[in-house]
């Protein structure tokens, strides 16, 4: 249980090597002040947020070993899985992508009802209520992971209703690449967001740095070696899984 502006990471090597780059960063960012020239953060400084996804029959770290394992929660904190976060943050995107290109078929896979879609697009509060729940199931105990995957469920739909053109929405690979870039960003937020909001730097290097991260997020999902069928929920979780499964793997090289 919590929220994102109490919790402290869940104490992994991972996620200890995370807060320190990001903090290391977000200091010399506030130190540089708002008119000198941008402290920019590397998408290698994020790569510990892998380390955060616990594989299949694996551990939630990468270089050092530690705790996280997948009989149960690091130290009480999150449990992230990658089979989860894929499955969730796959099947909204799925879904607003069929949306998006009128698949009927491909909505009532997912329960959703096309009719129903169009009659809520004019609230975009509802119609994304109805993605969420259709990736996400029923509003879930309160866990850093579940929020974090129904953020992600969230801004994921909205990414693809809105990207692109009237007549051109984005395509498969770029909305698993904008998906996996959700995941890690909502991943390094919620392990860091105590320390960047402890109140000791000023509020515009705080919100420049959310902003960077969102931006280096999608850096590092750029770096991911993609296998894109097509646009299926099946194919898109499923690419979303070896996209994690592949920056994971960067980040287990010693």
């Keep these: 249980m919590g929220t994102k502006g109490s919790y402290t990471g869940n104490g992994t090597p991972a ?4 807060q320190t780059n990001v903090t290391q960063w977000l200091d010399a960012l506030a130190g540089s002040g708002p008119g000198a020239p941008a402290q920019h953060l590397s998408p290698d400084q994020l790569l510990p947020a892998l380390g955060l996804f616990i594989p ?9 070993g530690g705790a996280g394992g997948g009989g149960g929660r690091a130290g009480g904190g999150a449990q992230r899985t990658i089979a989860q976060s894929s499955r969730t943050a796959g099947r909204a995107a799925a879904a607003a992508y069929a949306y998006r290109t009128g698949n009927v078929q491909a909505l009532q896979e997912l329960g959703l009802n096309y009719a129903d879609l169009q009659a809520s697009a004019g609230d975009p509060i509802d119609w994304t209520r109805r993605i969420v729940d259709a990736a996400c199931g029923p509003l879930a105990d309160g866990t850093i992971e ?6 992600v469920a969230s801004e994921v739909a909205q990414w693809v209703l809105e990207a692109g053109t009237d007549s051109t929405p984005p395509s498969p690979e770029e909305v698993v690449r904008e998906t996996l870039a959700l995941i890690i960003f909502e991943a390094v937020i919620g392990e860091t967001a105590a320390g960047m909001n402890d109140g000791s730097r000023p509020a515009w290097a705080t919100a420049d740095g959310e902003r960077q991260l969102r931006e280096t997020g999608r850096a590092l999902a750029d770096r991911a070696s993609l296998t894109i069928t097509g646009p299926s929920t099946a194919e898109i979780t ?9 920056m994971r793997s960067i980040w287990m090289e010693p």
């Design 238 to 246: 499923r690419a979303v899984e070896e996209g994690i499964d592949a």
């Design 15 to 18: 996620s200890k090597q995370l």
């Design 56 to 64: 299949s029959g694996g551990h939630a770290d990468g270089p050092g």
């Design 146 to 151: 579940d929020q974090e995957r129904r953020f």
